[in-house]
T-cell receptor
Framework: DTGVSQDPRHKITKRGQNVTFRCDPISEHNRLYWYRQTLGQGPEFLTYFQNEAQLEKSRLLSDRFSAERPKGSFSTLEIQRTEQGDSAMYLC?????????????FGPGTRLLVL | RKEVEQDPGPFNVPEGATVAFNCTYSNSASQSFFWYRQDCRKEPKLLMSVYSSGNEDGRFTAQLNRASQYISLLIRDSKLSDSATYLCVVKMFPGGTSYGKLTFGQGTILTVHP
């Protein structure tokens, strides 16, 4: 499968714990995005990487959230001191400017439940 | 006001029906427009891009009115497999950058029944 992959697919944690999610983009895509989706809403942009550089962060990304893409390939999203309001699906997407419309392809998401 | 607004529905229609979804966006700097489809507990997938002249892909027709900042999706001859959430999406290029940030509407739920 050459699509975007995310791990884990599901995560249940207790409030106050740290969690880390991984995203592996489509191999030739140099652009990577993280979104968050809560029930009944569309995905909301969190952050964007071009290669290893994090070029934009949404104000939704509080200081408890950190994202990295150390070698310009896979990315991690860490949430420290999780809160119940962090419960959501975390989606990763990748794209390449080679595509004229630059379609963003989404991974299956990591569903987080904070108890 | 939300940047992208959609009627959340739900729309319940019989097979074979024609159904239309509407969407408005608030930022006139929006440059690209899409409809994504999301099945229950799955990731969003691109259904079609929306061009200014309107475009059609089989049973699906998308229209864009930049003056009114309005986007629509028409589904003809609905199938059971069309049941999903349809997300209206706009792309902007922040600060003149070359990358596009997607802004999603909340989605419109469609259920097609026999």
């Amino acid at each position: 499968d050459t699509g975007v992959s995310q791990d884990p697919r599901h995560k249940i944690t207790k409030r106050g714990q740290n969690v880390t999610f991984r995203c592996d983009p489509i191999s030739e895509h140099n652009r990577l995005y993280w979104y968050r989706q809560t029930l009944g809403q569309g995905p909301e942009f969190l952050t964007y990487f071009q290669n290893e550089a994090q070029l934009e962060k949404s104000r939704l990304l509080s200081d408890r959230f950190s994202a990295e893409r150390p070698k310009g390939s896979f990315s991690t999203l860490e949430i420290q001191r999780t809160e119940q309001g962090d419960s959501a699906m975390y989606l990763c997407a990748s794209s390449s400017p080679v595509n004229a419309l630059e379609t963003q392809y989404f991974g299956p998401g990591t569903r987080l439940l904070v108890l | 006001r939300k940047e992208v607004e959609q009627d959340p529905g739900p729309f319940n229609v019989p097979e074979g029906a024609t159904v239309a979804f509407n969407c408005t966006y608030s930022n006139s700097a929006s440059q690209s427009f899409f409809w994504y489809r999301q099945d229950c507990r799955k990731e969003p997938k691109l259904l079609m891009s929306v061009y200014s002249s309107g475009n059609e892909d089989g049973r699906f027709t998308a229209q864009l009115n930049r003056a009114s900042q309005y986007i629509s999706l028409l589904i003809r001859d609905s199938k059971l497999s069309d049941s999903a959430t349809y997300l209206c999406v706009v792309k902007m290029f922040p600060g003149g950058t070359s990358y596009g940030k997607l802004t999603f509407g909340q989605g419109t739920i469609l259920t097609v029944h026999p």
